[in-house]
């Protein structure tokens, strides 16, 4: 089994620049893709980015492309998402996921773990 946890969420202003950090313990060696994903009260969970460990291939979805950068540390298994120039609309929970091998990258139900989720709250 694999462990994630979710840090670096809290308030920020429009257009800050957090970086939250999802941390993977357990069977880490048989992670194939990681991402981001998020859900807004009253709204679907959708994808926010995802990474493959092996090349680092990055995937995004449209609201973000741009603005947000997905990397991940494979010696720390650690898994970061830089958010840049924060709008409102980006509030959410935001969860890590990972997936073994076939996942398709931006659909959430291609992945095996999950984190507890973190709340990012931007304010206007």
């Known amino acids: 089994q694999v462990q994630l946890v979710e840090s670096g969420g809290g308030f920020v202003q429009a257009g800050g620049s957090p970086r939250l950090s999802c941390a993977a313990s357990?069977?880490?060696?048989?992670?194939?893709?990681m991402a981001w994903f998020r859900q807004a009260p009253g709204k679907f969970r959708e994808a926010v980015a995802a990474?493959?460990?092996?090349?680092?291939?990055?995937y995004y979805a449209d609201s973000v492309k741009g603005r947000f950068i997905i990397s991940g540390d494979n010696a720390k298994n650690t898994l970061y998402l830089q958010m840049n120039s924060l709008k409102p609309e980006d509030t959410a929970v935001y969860y890590c996921?990972?997936?073994?091998?076939?996942?398709?990258?931006?659909?959430?139900?291609?992945?095996?773990?999950w984190g507890q989720g973190t709340q990012v709250t931007v304010s206007s």
């Open positions: 990474i493959r460990k092996i090349d680092s291939d990055t």
């Open positions: 996921a990972a997936a073994k091998r076939g996942v398709t990258p931006l659909q959430a139900a291609g992945y095996d773990y």
């Open positions: 357990g069977r880490t060696s048989s992670i194939y893709y």
